[in-house]
T-cell receptor, first 110, second 111 residues
Framework: SQQGEEDPQALSIQEGENATMNCSYKTSINNLQWYRQNSGRGLVHLIL?????REKHSGRLRVTLDTSKKSSSLLITASRAADTASYFC??????????FGTGTRLKVLA | DTGVSQNPRHKITKRGQNVTFRCDPI?????LYWYRQTLGQGPEFLTY????????KSRLLSDRFSAERPKGSFSTLEIQRTEQGDSAMYLCASSPTTEAFFGQGTRLTVV
């Protein structure tokens, strides 16, 4: 079963614009991670945010976490065509397994 | 290449046949995971190993599925008597602590 849901399901933007995608989850967590997946390929780890953190940055990525609302957002600034991919959030709770959301399909138009 | 390696990358099999996939994790990662992903969905957890011990199995892992990780190194996932519903991408990941690193996956098509 899926823990989280990403919103929107699909997003289409112009190159240079910012892209924001959201993730909501159901249970308390230890950490939340964002992954990117290019079509038909494996997942690439982007960033991890722990439950006691509220915001993290990595290059053009900014992640926020609101544990009171059980939600996270991923912001990609100055998007590029190469950012076109599906983006998934994954949560870790009491066990070691990662539970993934349903994903946001991002398309960046050149 | 020191990433997670999965073989084969693609497998087409006839319904009823057995298939086996292999995953070679990143060296010294003691945690290993198997996931299944169908088109348009997020990965679904199948099973987790810590070293050679299989610590958790999903209800998705029916009796036809078995996974092993002998000596805590590579892992195999076997599906017996494949069904068309088994068609999916099978992903392996390894982790030293909290961040998981995924392989490129094995795409299974059951015809």
């Amino acid at each position: 079963s899926q823990q989280g849901e990403e919103d929107p399901q699909a997003l289409s933007i112009q190159e240079g614009e910012n892209a924001t995608m959201n993730c909501s989850y159901k249970t308390s967590i230890n950490n939340l991670q964002w992954y990117r997946q290019n079509s038909g390929r494996g997942l690439v780890h982007l960033i991890l945010i722990r439950s006691n953190e509220r915001e993290k940055h990595s290059g053009r990525l900014r992640v926020t976490l609101d544990t009171s609302k059980k939600s996270s957002s991923l912001l990609i600034t100055a998007s590029r065509a190469a950012d076109t991919a599906s983006y998934f959030c994954a949560t870790q709770s009491g066990t070691y397994k990662y539970i993934f959301g349903t994903g946001t399909r991002l398309k960046v138009l050149a | 290449d020191t990433g997670v390696s999965q073989n084969p990358r693609h497998k087409i099999t006839k319904r009823g046949q057995n298939v086996t996939f292999r995953c070679d994790p990143i060296s010294e990662h003691n945690r290993l995971y198997w996931y299944r992903q169908t088109l348009g969905q997020g990965p679904e957890f199948l099973t987790y190993f810590q070293n050679e011990a299989q610590l958790e199995k999903s209800r998705l892992l029916s009796d036809r599925f078995s996974a092993e990780r002998p000596k805590g190194s590579f892992s195999t996932l076997e599906i017996q008597r494949t069904e068309q519903g088994d068609s999916a991408m099978y992903l392996c990941a390894s982790s030293p602590t909290t961040e998981a690193f995924f392989g490129q996956g094995t795409r299974l098509t059951v015809v």
